[in-house]
């Protein structure tokens, strides 16, 4: 008869887990990641491949508001220093893709603990509003950047040959990408349960607290900031090979949104939840475009003459909703799923 499960050492509390049936499950859903593209559609492909590089931008964004509890509106714009300096990296410097995949995690981090200057004075609302000043900043420089950033017309690149790997076929790129992934999710997961990640998470929960217990406010939430804007640079690189040309138009505000409602939904200070957040975000306008077409006639239309103000209300709506009767998100009903299961035929 199942009677608990009683932790003996601090290591026990901490590991990332000691259940075999998560490693299992684990090991069979990444077996499985890697063989979908020899039976996937060019489309689920893509789908998943950009699901891949969103989840890494959505993580980046769970160690700075989810670990620290820093609010930011601007994280768009650490997506286009990275996607940026990947791109200038390879076309103006010449440099090798893979310094140039580093770099754009580097110039990232560098402006990430410049923004995070603030956060040692403001908090909450004029913390957000001092990030999104960044965004649109980053956005206005690059812009006036002339023939260096591209100004209006963007830089067009190739997908290169990273580590041997040639990423010209979508197969090889959405591999990369899963690896990518996949190494995101296990700094994430490690940060959580390190001495700066308890430390981030003091803050969140109360930074007074937090700093009369020894805590370095200022050390921590700059850390935060530099690891969240260097995670988000390496998405932003990944979206650029992705979409072969970057341009500041291919980086709207709209962005910063759905990375906000993906950790709302999927749970905020969660990997799991950025994932499965991840995942629901992305998927949510596809099935909706998928039933429009279904119904036919002008609603056929809908996704292609306003996708951009449909996604708005799309992710509005799964964030009211998911505030209002679940805050915890899908992390929260997966957990309650898995308690009924393992506990049935008990309700506690």
Known sequence: MRSGFFKQRYGELVVLTDSKAVKAWTAALLLALVLAPLVLSPFLMAHMTTIFFVAIGALGITVLTGFAGQI??????????????????VTRLGLPAELALVAA?????????????????????????TTLA????????????????????GIVITRPVLLGMDLGSDRAFYWFCLAMCVLAVLVTL????????????????????????????????????????????????????????????????LLSIEALAIIIVGGLGSVLGAILGTVFILTLPEVFSAL??????????????SAHEVKTVLYGLAIIAFLRFDPRGLRG????????????????
């Not at 930011?72 to 990296?89: C, D, E, K, N, P």
């Not at 110039?107 to 609302?125: K, Q, T, W």
């Not at 009903?333 to 506690?348: E, G, N, Q, S, T």
């Open 292 to 305: 429009m077409s279904f119904l036919g006639g002008r609603y056929a239309d809908l996704m292609t003459t």
């Open 134 to 153: 960044f965004s649109h900043i980053v956005g206005a420089a690059l812009l006036a950047g002339g023939s260096f950033t591209g100004g209006g017309r």
């Open 333 to 348: 009903m997966w957990h309650d799923l898995r308690h009924a299961w393992v506990h049935w035929p008990l309700r506690y």
């Open 72 to 89: 930011s509106l601007g994280h768009v714009g650490f997506l286009m220093l990275g996607a940026y300096t990947y791109a200038i990296a």
């Open 190 to 253: 490690n940060l959580r349960r390190s001495y700066a990640g308890r430390a981030m998470v003091a803050i969140r929960d109360n930074d007074i607290a937090a700093r009369t217990m020894g805590i370095n406010l200022m050390r921590f939430k700059l850390m935060a900031f530099l690891l969240s804007a260097a995670i988000t640079g390496v998405a932003g690189a990944l979206m650029a090979m992705y979409i072969s040309i970057v341009s500041v138009e291919s980086f709207p505000f």
């Open 105 to 129: 995690a580097v110039v990232p981090a560098v402006f990430g603990l410049i923004v995070g200057l603030p956060s040692l004075r403001l908090h909450g609302l004029y913390l957000a509003i």
